[in-house]
Structure formats: C-alpha cells, structure tokens
Nanobody, 125 residues
C-alpha cells in the first residue's frame, strides 16, 4: 500500500489549502482513512478521518468548522480542504490508512497501518 500526499505549501493566516492523498495497493477497503499532523517532535495529532467505509467522519475540535475531509473513490484519493488557516495549523500533515478492521478511537495514530511521507503546511501571520 502506498499513500502519496500533495498540496502542502505556505499560506497567510485566513487562507486555504487543499491536501490530496493518492491511495494505491489496497486489496480491500480500509475501515478508516485519516489525516494527522505533527508539530516538531510532538506526537502525531489526529486531524480528521473518514471511517466505517465512508459512513462516518470525525474532526479534531481545533479544526471543526474549518477543515473538511472527503474522498473520491473513483480517483482513489483522500482530500483535506483547509480553510481559515491559522499559524497554529503549521505542521507536517500525514495521510494514514487503517486495516480492514479498526478497534479504537479514530485519532489513535497507532491503529493506522499505512502512512504517507508527509507534506508541510506553513501558515504565516
């Protein structure tokens, strides 16, 4: 399985970015696909996820109302639309995919099996 992120970059506060994650190699449909971010050396933080085969979406409180996760199954791509960006959103953003089954909280990074290489998002004030 390979996850390849794109769409990161630099933007001023209040601006928008749309991240994309091209997914390949799965022989089954993963239970959850999510976006995480990492600030410096801190643990990866769950940003948003689509779980239950697309039936449920979850967001971190810090991004609720500003970020939207979506997927295009035909294009095998996961997206993260980020609006009203703040300097505190600056981080490396990772796409993550779980296995067929998922026993835990959507934001638990250790429950995801596959990870992309990450894409930097920098928001200046």
């Amino acid at each position: 399985v390979q996850l390849v992120e794109s769409g990161g970059g630099s933007v001023q506060a209040g601006g928008s970015l749309k991240l994309a994650c091209l997914v390949s190699g799965y022989t089954y449909r993963p239970y959850c696909m999510g976006w995480f971010r990492q600030f410096s050396v801190k643990e990866r933080e769950g940003v948003a996820a689509i779980c239950d085969f697309g039936g449920s979406t979850y967001y971190a409180i810090s991004v609720l109302g500003r970020f939207t996760i979506s997927q295009d199954e035909a294009k095998k791509t996961l997206y993260l639309q980020m609006n009203s960006l703040k300097p505190e959103d600056t981080a490396v953003y990772y796409c993550a995919g779980s296995g067929l089954y998922f026993g835990g909280t959507w934001s638990s990074h250790n429950l995801y099996t596959y990870w992309g290489q990450g894409t930097q998002v920098t928001v200046s004030s």
